[in-house]
């Protein structure tokens, strides 16, 4: 199995403020992404982190307000830029991890619970 | 688009086997996972099924797989109080990586 390492695990951020979270894994990956969760909500995919080149956004968010950078193939940021109380969450980052044997399987990080004040 | 439904909400008694339901719409799925998310914390992954396979059992985990009505449900055998979270279905298609979730099922275990 993959150890996906996140950074901060906790914080209570002011509005306007942005915030950079960290991901770190254990061993190489090809595919990391980061995901949101909203209070009482579900998981929702915000982007592809690509090593090497520009992340891939998925409907409904854009590189303005969640940059992210992926240096290399066992790390990755996303920051929430000029945060409000509506990106109050939890931010997890996941791994698509190739299994000895063959196969795929995804791993999350413990996840960033961001408050906004 | 894709889509995966669960129930909210399961209450079975200490001890009783819990099953938990999810249908997804995607027939490209390829794997489908069950996570369980503890309060305060981030998800587990508790196992995957490969949707060539039809059923998998690991420890008191079961699930089977109906890839022809698109259902996919979750068997806790001897059900404890640990076992009380939010249980999430993610399916993922094309080797992707990419999940799309269920709403998640709260289990709530009575003593």
């Known amino acids: 199995s993959a150890v996906i390492s996140q950074k901060p695990s906790r914080d209570i951020c002011q509005r306007g403020t942005s915030l950079t979270i960290q991901c770190q894994v254990d061993s190489q990956v090809t595919m990391m992404f980061w995901y949101r969760q909203q209070p009482g909500q579900s998981l929702t995919l915000i982007a592809t982190?690509?090593?090497?080149?520009?992340?891939?956004?998925e409907s409904g968010f854009v590189i303005d307000k969640f940059p992210i950078s992926r240096p290399n193939l066992t790390f990755s940021t996303l920051t929430v830029s000029n945060m409000s109380p509506e990106d109050s969450s939890i931010y997890l980052c996941?791994?698509?991890?190739?299994?000895?044997?063959?196969?795929?399987?995804?791993?999350f990080g413990e996840g960033s619970w961001l408050t906004v004040v | 688009g894709e889509d995966v439904e669960q129930s909210l909400f399961l209450s079975v008694r200490e001890g009783d086997s819990s099953v938990i339901n999810c249908t997804y719409t995607d027939s490209s799925s390829t794997y489908l996972y069950w996570y369980k998310q503890e309060p305060g914390a981030g998800l587990q992954l508790l196992t995957y099924i490969f949707s060539n396979m039809d059923m998998k059992q690991d420890q008191r985990l079961t699930v089977l797989l109906n890839k022809k009505d698109k259902h996919l449900s979750l068997r806790i055998a001897d059900t404890q109080t640990g076992d009380s979270a939010i249980y999430f279905c993610?399916?993922?298609?094309?080797?992707?990586?990419?999940?799309?979730f269920g709403q998640g099922t709260t289990l709530q275990v009575k003593p």
């Open positions: 996941s791994v698509d991890f190739s299994l000895p044997g063959g196969g795929n399987t995804i791993y």
């Open positions: 982190a690509n090593q090497g080149s520009e992340a891939t956004y």
């Open positions: 993610a399916e993922t298609s094309h080797n992707t990586g990419k999940l799309i």
